[in-house]
């Protein structure tokens, strides 16, 4: 339970920047070549991770990323994974190897993150289903700790 805390102490909790601005809307492929945009995803919390294969702390954070989406992939939650500047050959054999399930895109000319300023990897984008942009997490993170357990809990309930 978040036991009556607000969302600034739950993300200070967490080690997560709060942020309050519109998520920017973009749209990119998947790896099998179909168009996903953001805006498919309203009305969801969404966890947008930008990263890449030879990022070693991107690599470190994927198993982590894989227990939070199964914790609550059957609830209002997304991960959507923006891989930058990468063959789509290279992120599934990646993803393969991993066992990862949740949604992955190809951002080959940064048009994401661009929109995202994100200047190191990873960088993470904590996104309410109003579509606003409540915190940002540079760098690795444990995404099971109980802090950010309760910090998705209290997102979806919202």
């Not at 099998?32 to 966890?47: A, C, E, F, I």
């Amino acid at each position: 339970k978040a036991s009556g805390k607000t969302l600034g102490q739950l993300l200070k909790e967490s080690g997560i920047k709060s942020l309050n601005r519109k998520a920017a809307v973009f749209s990119l492929p998947d790896i099998d070549g179909d168009n996903v945009s953001l805006s498919d995803y309203k009305g969801k919390v969404v966890l947008l991770n930008f990263w890449n294969t030879r990022c070693p702390n991107c690599v470190n954070e994927r198993p982590f990323l894989e227990k939070l989406y199964q914790k609550f992939k059957n609830d209002d939650f997304v991960i959507i994974a923006v891989n930058m500047r990468e063959p789509v050959d290279t992120v599934k054999k990646f993803i393969a190897k991993h066992n990862l399930s949740f949604l992955h895109l190809l951002d080959t000319k940064d048009k994401a993150a661009k929109k995202y300023d994100v200047r190191f990897l990873p960088d993470s984008f904590i996104i309410n289903k109003d579509g606003w942009v409540v915190g940002e997490a540079i760098g690795s993170r444990n995404w099971i700790e109980k802090p950010m357990i309760t910090l998705f809990e209290y997102l979806i309930k919202e």
